[in-house]
């Protein structure tokens, strides 16, 4: 009788464990995705250095694998858009940007006054030089990611921008258009960026990132040089009717299009590191700026002071302090500044600075941008990626899947060494932004990329 | 006797190991007859258990006894993120609360009882695949306390009894996540704290038996805070980063809530026995998890996490037959609101609200050794964007609890 209860009791406990193990473990049943009401046999990115992967202050491969519009195309995936071609630079991952430097990596530098520390540091002698002046044209595979870095939303249609002869001809572009450096007889034109993406048939689906460098290169001349590309005026001209035109052509071929807004650019890294009141004196500091200042009306205390600026508007000596608001640009010298009165008893040159009617100026402008995009978007039907509104959310700060992104130069998670254009990180959170509009608009149920799953600044 | 040797094996192969799945990281698998009648027993003296379950019902046992039961815990969790629309999956090992219990008389039916309760009544060791999205949140984490109670009983009338005793517990814990910077690798930061803990409390038990088919139990065992001091807190960062994280000290306090618990069984034939227990759980007391360490830097700030938990009800429903004299079969089930609150669901304790089903047998091999086995089966489904990671998503927990217990008694 004992016996045979134990066999029992043995049996039990063999089906136990045997349920046990199969099951024990919840199924998976996840949602289904839907493109909507897109067609995504077809996409292609269209934008600049963000939509190209440009980081760190250059183009290079792996960045290129992590851009907005590689990372978004990664999402588009699951709802059947197509392989990903990118004009890949080299494996090496050495970058270059326009003037042939390479990409910035977090290193030691060693600053005037002897202070070891972290600081963005070129990560090669010389950038990729080679890769500029190769052309990656294939006619096979047309690539899916026009981004070019440093195109503006009235370069779209430029015959100059790949005219390698040409001076102000984007070596980006040149080496992935299909002239191939070689000026094309039959047409008697340089092709434009919009030729190529039309090229061989147009695309099904868009997503459309430009504006930026329509305002950036003027703020980052500190409003010196460079400037913003006026609303008015024919395509190639003005902004409105450079948009226009590629939502034209777009919407007359019945293709549907994700259009970004632009962010507050200064509000990013480049433009906010440096606080105009980091001057910070000690007495005999601020006793001999009062001397040479006090004439002037200005006077220092011990701690925290404005910086010295150059302002053509400001009295007689073009000298005043900053004002709470303004900004000094990452460009700014500052060893100058720590070691040799940069600043203070020399006053900061225009071109590293932006003063609140420059700064007034610029967002004044953006926001007419913005207004434009919005509007004509609306009336093509096209989707729009508030992308202004993520990137005042990380000037705020939040919390993503338990990590905190902002806006801080290097520590903040999101940014890359340049201040200005997003890590991969950052992408994939912008990516997100690009999806959400898409999903709204088109009823479509794409999954958000993880934003974790990509990097952020390595460090030493 | 073969039996009983591989049943100690079973036991001391396991050790300590506890996983909670259960209402917070409250574990209810005290004893076998409970964990087959639906987790409730509180008014059915049955063995040594009755220390844990109702001291003041032990008093009725006429018996010197010793019990050791083992459940293994098959849990898992699954978490799919509603933004990448994304599954991950928990791969936390199998968890082993145990219970021990030795209960002697003086003489027979005696007025007096003594007895020692070693269990594990709170506990969970919970850990995530590799990568997964919440890495920077919790990758591991693993609570463990043990519970030694010294008890005794003493019975007032025939149909009264109390009974009390002293909780001493100690734990350990050990919590760890990964830290969001990156190594030129591209290899993230980890973090790992570790320390043990101690705290104090007690149990008491008042049984009532009104007439021969109808007994009432009231239990009350108390919070117990437990402290952690000297904890160790170490870090794994790039080379850069070293001293803005350094190895530290660390206190910390987690505090085990109280339990309060009225239990009703009904026996109207010698074969039948209907169990009720209504449980209140004090979770109230675990509001914030906080680590103050003794080193802080510009990256490493003392935290205070918020958990807001709240006082729960479970009601356990069970019932016991007896188709011959040795064997008895058993059935139970149960309802538990949850403390977690909306906004606080988090990777350590993905809770909700729980139904779950019990079964259980138990057999007399003599008059002296019986082996009690149960299942207990649940499953949780629990949906909510945390307020602090803002983690979103929706948690479907898992877990089966065979267990086994055997008894000696003379």
């Known amino acids: ?460 | 006797m073969k039996r009983i040797y591989l049943g100690t094996l079973y036991l001391l192969y396991f050790v300590c190991n506890n996983n909670g799945f259960s209402q917070g990281f409250q574990v209810n698998f005290q004893g076998q007859r409970q964990q087959g009648m639906g987790l409730a027993g509180t008014a059915a003296p049955f063995d040594g258990s009755s220390l844990f379950f109702n001291p003041g019902s032990s008093v009725f046992l006429n018996q010197n006894s010793i019990v050791g039961g083992v459940t293994p815990v098959f849990g898992n969790v699954l978490f799919i993120d509603s933004a990448t629309n994304a599954p991950y999956r928990s791969t936390s090992p199998v968890g082993t609360p145990f219970s021990f219990y030795a209960m002697f008389q003086l003489k027979p039916a005696g007025k007096l009882k003594m007895g020692l309760s070693v269990n594990t009544p709170f506990g969970s060791t919970v850990q995530y695949e590799d990568n997964w999205i919440g890495r920077f949140a919790l990758t591991r984490l693993e609570l463990k306390a043990i519970f030694i109670q010294p008890t005794f009983a003493y019975r007032i009338a025939d149909q009264f009894g109390i009974g009390g005793g002293f909780v001493i517990s100690s734990g350990n814990v050990n919590l760890q996540k990964d830290i969001p910077v990156q190594d030129t690798n591209g290899v993230y930061g980890h973090a790992e704290l570790a320390g043990k803990a101690i705290g104090f409390g007690y149990n008491i038990g008042i049984h009532f038996t009104p007439s021969k088919q109808l007994s009432i139990g009231l239990t009350y065992r108390s919070k117990v805070a437990m402290n952690l001091r000297d904890g160790e807190a170490t870090f794994t960062v790039p080379s850069s980063l070293e001293d803005k994280f350094p190895a530290t000290s660390f206190t910390g306090r987690l505090p085990l809530p109280s339990v309060t618990t009225l239990g009703f069984s009904y026996h109207p034939c010698n074969a039948f026995t209907v169990v009720l227990d209504i449980n209140r759980v004090g979770w109230k007391v675990y509001d914030t998890l906080a680590f103050d360490y003794a080193t802080n830097t510009s990256s490493l700030a003392d935290t205070k996490s918020p958990r807001l938990y709240k006082n729960i009800l479970a009601f356990r429903l069970g019932m016991e037959v007896k188709p011959t004299k040795s064997l008895s079969l058993r059935l139970g089930g149960g309802y538990g609101l949850t403390p977690v609150q909306s906004g606080y669901v988090s990777p350590e304790t993905p809770d909700g609200i729980r139904i779950y089903g019990t079964f259980g047998l138990g057999y007399e091999l003599s008059q002296k050794i019986r082996i009690d086995a149960s299942v207990y089966y649940t499953k949780i489904k629990r949906s909510d964007t945390n307020l602090e990671t803002n983690m979103s998503g929706t948690y479907t927990t898992i877990a089966l609890a065979p267990g086994l217990s055997i008894s000696y008694k003379w």
Not at chain 1, 257 to 280: C, E, K, R, S, W
Not at chain 1, 383 to 388: R, V
Request: proline share 5%.
């Open chain 1, 1 to 460: 009788m004992v016996k045979r209860n134990s066999f029992y009791k043995q049996l039990f406990l063999v089906c136990l464990c045997g349920i046990a193990l199969s099951s024990c473990k919840p199924k998976e049943k996840l949602s289904p995705n839907s493109p909507g009401e897109i067609n995504l046999q077809q996409f292609v990115a269209i934008g600049d250095g963000n939509t190209a992967g440009y980081m760190d202050d250059a183009l290079y491969q792996y960045g290129q694998q992590n851009s907005l519009g590689a990372i978004l195309q990664t999402q588009l995936q699951l709802v059947g858009a197509g392989e990903i071609y990118l004009p890949l630079m080299g494996s090496a991952n050495i970058g270059t940007n326009s003037s042939f430097l390479s990409k910035l990596i977090l290193g030691y530098k060693t600053d005037c006054l002897g202070g070891i520390g972290l600081s963005p540091v070129r990560y090669a002698q010389q950038g990729e030089v080679a890769s500029l002046t190769t052309s990656v044209y294939s006619s096979q595979n047309k690539y899916s990611n026009f981004g070019v870095p440093g195109l503006r939303m009235i370069d779209l249609v430029s015959t100059a921008l790949g005219n390698i002869n040409l001076p102000q001809h984007n070596a980006f572009f040149a080496r992935m258009s299909k002239d191939q450096f070689t000026w094309p007889v039959w047409s008697g034109d340089w092709s434009s960026v919009q030729e190529n993406i039309f090229d061989g048939g147009y695309p099904t689906f868009c997503s459309i990132y430009l504006g930026i460098e329509d305002v950036l290169p003027y703020a980052k001349s500190g409003a010196t040089a460079n400037p913003m590309t006026p609303l008015l005026g024919l395509p190639g001209i003005g902004f409105e009717e450079s948009l226009i035109q590629l939502s034209e052509q777009l919407y007359s071929q019945n293709i549907k299009a994700v259009v970004g807004t632009i962010p507050d650019i200064t509000q990013m890294p480049y433009f906010t590191t440096i606080p105009y009141n980091g001057l910070n004196l000690d007495e005999a500091n601020a006793a001999s700026l009062n001397q040479i200042y006090g004439p002037l009306g200005f006077s220092f205390t011990v701690g925290s002071n404005s910086f010295m600026i150059e302002d053509p508007a400001a009295g007689a000596f073009g000298v005043r302090p900053m004002v709470e608001g303004e900004l000094i640009l990452l460009s700014a010298p500052l060893d100058s500044i720590k070691c040799h009165q940069y600043g203070s008893v020399y006053p900061l040159r225009d071109e590293f600075v932006l003063t609140l009617a420059e700064l007034q100026e610029i967002r004044n402008q953006i926001l007419a941008y913005n207004q434009v995009i919005r509007q004509h978007s609306n009336f093509y039907g096209f989707a729009i990626a508030e992308t202004a509104d993520f990137y005042k959310k990380l000037n705020d700060g939040f919390v993503y899947n338990g990590v905190t992104m902002s806006a801080k130069f290097v520590s903040g998670g999101a940014y890359s060494l340049d201040g200005i254009h997003l890590n991969p990180k950052g992408n994939a959170l912008l990516a997100n932004v690009f999806i959400t509009a898409i999903n709204k608009t088109f009823k479509a149920t794409i999954p958000l990329a993880n934003a974790l799953f990509y990097s952020s600044t390595y460090f030493p």
